[in-house]
């Protein structure tokens, strides 16, 4: 007869995003998951598999976390604004203890090898990409803009929002909003 878990799938997942927002896929360990989570090694690979499968649950309950500004910016009917206010809202939704922590798919882009397992990378790609289509289904609100025009603009401001949630976590909000506004005069 199958055991019952004593632990709640969404919540264990919660506190293994938190860590690895904090530090990465590829410095989190099983044990620190084991620790975090508050379930054993067993529970891990009992319910998710391995680091990897914890890891892609926590991508997607990052995307369900961060879907607050990601709707707002696919519902948005201002152009280059409403990707501008979506800049200034992931400041907001990157705040923890009032300081900023990034994104977690940029800290792991950051911190992960050549060879990671591609299984990951298809993830953290499919969700840069649907940030990416978000800004140009936006851009091309704008008139006379390109299709072209627009996918160019999109891949300079994915560029400009990693940057931005890198120096989130070492920039004053003072610095960060001129990086936002100067981003934003070069549309």
Known sequence: MA???????EEVIEKATALFWKN???????RMLEKEM???????YS???NKQGVFLESIKAYKKRIRCITEKLAQSNNGKEGIKQY???FLEFAKE?????????????????????PLIMEQLMEFANSIKQLFIDNLLQEEGKTEEEA???SNYLMNSLLGL???????DQSQLKDTIEITFLNL
């Open 97 to 117: 203890d009032g300081k900023n922590k990034g994104c977690l798919v940029t800290n792991t882009v950051n911190e992960i090898n050549a060879d990671t397992d």
């Open 38 to 44: 508050g379930i054993n090694q067993f529970s891990i």
């Open 3 to 9: 055991r019952k878990k004593q632990y709640n799938e």
């Open 165 to 171: 949630s890198v120096s989130s976590k070492v920039f």
């Open 47 to 49: 319910s998710f598999g």
């Open 24 to 30: 990465g896929y590829e410095a989190t360990t099983v």
């Open 87 to 89: 800049f200034y809202d």
């Open 151 to 153: 996918k160019g603009q």
